[in-house]
């Protein structure tokens, strides 16, 4: 028993290190300073205040985008008729691998190219479709897991006491996604928070990219560090938001095991035209990249080398960063995640709450503020890789935390404690029992964070070891003279898309179980 | 099955450990002793040109090079004394100007700054000018004719331009709306400005200034010079271009020349080799070849700064009727900054 004690507490105390070190890179904006006055003056300007609203705006937009779609694509998938429901589901998850700046300079392009003097992406409303459709994906993948394993005689209750569809959806279905929705909605709020670069093509002032000006073209670092605070506290909001609308838990059933199939909703004459209709939104969300990428590829009058070689090196790089951050974040995540499933307690809670923290931070404050402690404290990891990985360790790790504790849900206590009743040791129990149930959950945590590494810029290009290049650096170089054909850009786009499609097929692979 | 586990998870263990071993392999090390030092550059000029500058005096004298593409004032600053970078190289005055004011640059040997063209460089010498890009206003032919274009930067205000031109509040904005406070003053430069606004197109950076020009969105947009030729070097020459570059007639603040600006950090282990790369840099028979003779997907077009010296694409820097004027007036571009905040034009 004193062994198992000391366990837990060795567990709590690796969490408690985790959420303390992803605290960190926050602490430099206090470190480095800001001040209260400097904050004072951002709102003597005339911007400030549209900014706000419209980075808030934004971001509430992209989430509500979001939210329908997602929600509307899984329960196609798993709830309908509809023709071609795999591959539907593969075509549903794949903008994920589409980096938003890379999505956000595509549209930007074609726009350009084909409607020079209509600004269609360029807009709000632009901006939020452009963003949805590239986001979208992390609230579909959530909800066809927890779609399909709500209990049918929940909702055949319901339908027992007449209950109208929509009133079964929004009463007894929909509250049962709620935590599914939640984490992916974080996720996508914060992202939203902290894009630059595809806010920027969209011409979309928000809180980061002034933040970035102010450090690009102004080097004006204190007043960045007070807009950081600004929107930090934002995201303080937002996960505050997010335990409300995950509300308590909900019972979802008695075991995985014990969920029947749903019945499926008969489309009948519909199916074909609803196909159609479901196509057109990876159709929108890939496509003009897709169409861009190709075109720069095959444009003739280009007389500009494309360097393949350098292309597949950045490319190894790209996969042996985003494999170290997979692993690393995986390594990281485990004992929080761990730690807020099975001892639940405002401890655990702010733990795993800080780790989502450092996720809101704009990318280039959070490497301004490693590079500034870095140096400070481990100057021999500067401008090593290790650092790099780090960073992205920080930046994406609750991703992993969240997936680990889906992953740990699978995995219910009591099997374990059937496994103890029959004599198992503790280590035993973990190796035989609750680690085989959790690790889809642990492995797709660990697939999003090196799809999310891979994809990572602004962080990149200060922490980037001396002389190399990845994917994402080596595509942001040839937009340095701001193309406007998506030329130069072509050939990096392609092998970032392709990589990045190799966890997301890993992760939907794992889906497609439940879409039979 | 037990047996596969455990040999599946040590074998995952043991991927994680020769990546990361792997990873700080791959990055070099700066090597502190030896015949020849590595240099540590930090920049924010254009990556092809620096790979261009860097590689030829490494195949001239087998010095090597540590590049950070993309760097900031604020990257050397928060690295403090432990800093890697031996030498800057800005891509316009102002973050030169401010390292320097910051305390951060050591003087240049004189006969450096001589072998460059007067009022380019630093007054102090701590900074040298390598390359220069020039103010332009570009314009689309299918949308307006060379004579109807503005003759001076203060009239592009005026009536029969409004809604017609594109502008950006990049850092070159920034730094010509200081060169106006600095000469008509503060109220004269607010007064310009909000006409600016009311009468153009924020298009938000150059490069976009410059591809809704080409594209026919504006007729005429303010920005950079050598975007044009970037862009004309893509796809295959100025000829294949719809729009065009105007230089305005006169001496006049639309074509203010910004210096590229070269300095050695104070903290650098490596004084001797950098001086002698900047020394190299700013030769006529150096670094200056590139951007005078080099092809224009390396140096796009930028001017060499070299007396003397004069590009083949582009021409010489001395035909551009830039006022000459003092470029450390880029060290604090506050009031600059705080006045475009204040009108809600900042980037």
Request: aromatic share 8%; net charge positive.
């Amino acid at each position: 028993m004193s062994r198992l004690h000391g366990g837990r507490v060795a567990l709590g105390t690796a969490a408690a290190a985790v959420a303390v070190l992803s605290l960190l890179p926050l602490a430099y904006l206090f470190i480095a300073g800001f001040s209260p006055h400097e904050i004072g003056m951002l709102f003597t300007y005339p911007t400030t205040i549209p900014d706000i609203v419209r980075t808030v705006g934004l971001t509430v937009a992209v989430c509500a985008v979001c939210l329908v779609l997602g929600v509307a694509t899984a329960l196609l998938v798993v709830r309908t008729t509809v023709p071609l429901r795999r591959t539907l589901t593969v075509l549903f998850a794949l903008p994920l691998a589409v980096p938003g700046f890379v999505s956000a300079y595509a549209v930007y392009s074609m726009n350009l190219v084909y409607a020079p003097r209509l600004d269609i992406v360029t807009s709000f409303t632009g901006a939020t479709v452009v963003m949805a459709l590239t986001l979208y994906p992390y609230v579909f993948l959530a909800c066809v897991v927890a779609v399909r394993n709500i209990d049918p005689a929940q909702e055949e209750a319901a339908r027992s006491l007449r209950a109208q569809p929509s009133a079964v959806f929004f009463r007894v279905t929909l509250p049962q996604l709620r935590v599914a929705i939640a984490g992916s909605l974080l996720i996508i709020a914060l992202h939203v928070l902290s894009e630059y670069g595809a806010m920027v093509q969209l011409r979309q002032r928000t809180l980061t990219t002034t933040i970035m000006a102010e450090m690009l073209d102004y080097g004006d670092y204190a007043s960045a560090r007070s807009l950081s605070v600004l929107l930090v506290s934002l995201a303080v909001l937002m996960l505050l938001a997010g335990r409300m609308v995950s509300g308590r838990p909900v019972p979802l059933s008695v075991g995985r095991q014990s969920v029947r199939t749903p019945t499926r909703a008969r489309l009948g004459r519909a199916r074909g035209p609803v196909l159609v209709l479901a196509l057109l939104v990876p159709l929108a969300a890939i496509g003009p990249t897709v169409f861009m990428t190709l075109r720069g590829l095959v444009m003739t009058h280009r007389d500009v080398f494309v360097d393949w070689s350098q292309v597949a090196a950045s490319g190894g790089v790209t996969l042996l960063y985003g494999a170290g951050a997979g692993l690393l974040a995986t390594a990281a995540a485990l004992p929080v995640a761990w730690w807020v499933s099975r001892r639940p307690s405002p401890w655990s809670h702010v733990a795993e709450r800080s780790v989502w923290l450092a996720h809101a931070i704009p990318n280039a404050v959070l490497a301004l503020a490693l590079v500034f402690l870095a140096t400070r404290l481990v100057p021999g990891l500067y401008k090593t890789a290790v650092l790099l990985i780090i960073a992205y360790v920080v930046m994406f790790l609750p991703l992993a935390v969240s997936n680990q504790q889906v992953g740990l849900q699978a995995a219910f206590v009591r099997y374990d404690e059937a496994a103890a009743s029959l004599g198992h040791r503790a280590w035993q129990r973990l190796r035989r029992v609750s680690l085989p149930l959790a690790l889809p959950g642990i492995a797709t945590g660990a697939l999003l964070v090196g799809l999310d590494a891979s994809k990572e810029l602004t962080a990149t290009l200060m922490l980037l070891p001396f002389n190399t290049q990845t994917l994402a650096t080596g595509l942001w170089a040839t937009t340095n003279g701001q193309s406007l054909d998506f030329t130069a850009a072509a050939p990096y786009a392609l092998v970032l898309v392709i990589l990045g499609s190799i966890p997301v097929w890993l992760i939907v692979r794992r889906t497609l179980r439940h879409v039979r | 099955m037990r047996r596969a586990r455990l040999r599946a998870s040590v074998a995952l263990t043991a991927v994680a450990a020769v990546m990361l071993a792997g990873c700080s392999a791959a990055s070099p090390a700066p090597s502190e002793s030896g015949d020849t030092a590595t240099l540590t550059v930090y920049t924010d000029q254009h990556a092809e040109l620096v790979k261009a500058l860097t590689d030829a005096y490494t195949t001239k004298t087998g010095v090597a090079f540590n590049i950070q593409n993309d760097a900031t004032a604020g990257q050397i600053q928060a690295e403090g004394s432990a800093s890697p970078a031996d030498v800057f190289l800005s891509e316009d005055p102002g973050p030169a100007a401010q390292l320097a004011a910051a305390g951060a640059f050591v003087p240049l040997d004189q006969s450096t700054i001589d072998q460059v063209q007067p009022k380019l460089s630093d007054p102090k010498d701590e900074w040298v000018a390598y390359a220069a890009r020039v103010r332009v206003l570009y314009y689309n032919p299918t949308l307006i004719a060379e004579k109807d274009l503005p003759t001076t930067l203060a009239d592009i205000t005026a009536p029969q331009y409004k809604g017609k031109f594109a502008w950006a509040p990049s850092g070159a904005f920034v730094a010509t709306v200081q060169y106006l406070i600095s000469t008509i003053g503060m109220d004269q430069t607010r007064s310009f400005l909000e006409k600016v606004k009311a009468n153009g197109v924020n298009e938000q950076s150059n490069g976009n200034v410059r591809d809704t020009v080409e594209a026919g969105k504006h007729a005429m947009g303010l920005s950079n010079h050598y975007y044009w030729w970037v862009k004309a070097a893509e796809v295959g020459g100025p000829d294949h271009m719809t729009s065009k570059i105007y230089h305005f007639p006169e001496v006049d603040p639309g074509n203010l020349a910004l210096s590229s600006g070269a300095g050695i950090l104070k903290t650098s282990k490596h004084q001797a080799e950098a001086a002698d790369f900047l020394a190299w840099l700013t030769a006529p028979d150096g670094g200056q070849t590139i951007l005078a003779d080099g092809p224009i997907d390396v140096n796009e077009g930028q001017y060499p700064v070299g007396v003397g010296m004069t590009s083949a694409t582009v021409g010489s820097l001395s035909d551009v009727k830039s006022p000459v004027y003092d470029m450390s007036i880029f060290a604090d571009q506050a009031q600059a900054q705080q006045l475009l905040k204040s009108l809600g034009m900042s980037s």
